[in-house]
């Protein structure tokens, strides 16, 4: 699986943005897609993770009513609309994907190569 991630950009505080995720492989039903976050001098986080038929979500705590992940498995694409974005939400964002028909968390297998978003106060 080969995971290409777009969408970062630099905006303000109070702002929208929406990270793209687009996906090879034929089997795109079989994996729950996620994403995580890294922001500087800290570890990777899980931001919000889908599951393979999009019926349930998971959330941080602290993106919670503000980010909304999606996915549409006709395009092999997971989206992640982040609304009145803070500046604690500059991180690179990764999207990755695993074989697994639940809502995992956490062992992602494949990863793509990250967008940074940066807000600024």
């Known amino acids: 699986v080969q995971l290409q991630a777009s969408g970062g950009g630099l905006v303000q505080a109070g702002d929208s943005l929406r990270l793209s995720c687009a996906a090879s492989g034929r089997r795109f039903t079989n994996y729950a897609m996620a994403w995580f976050r890294q922001a500087p001098g800290k570890e990777r986080e899980v931001v919000a993770a889908i599951k393979w038929s999009g019926s349930e979500t998971y959330y941080a705590d602290s993106v919670k009513g503000r980010f909304t992940i999606s996915r549409d498995n006709a395009k092999k694409m997971v989206y992640l609309q982040m609304r009145n974005l803070k500046p604690e939400d500059t991180a690179v964002y990764y999207c990755?994907?695993?074989?697994?028909?639940?809502?995992?968390?956490?062992?992602?297998?494949?990863w793509g190569q990250g967008t940074l978003v940066t807000v600024s106060s």
């Open positions: 990755a994907a695993k074989n697994d028909y639940d809502l995992p968390t956490v062992l992602y297998t494949w």
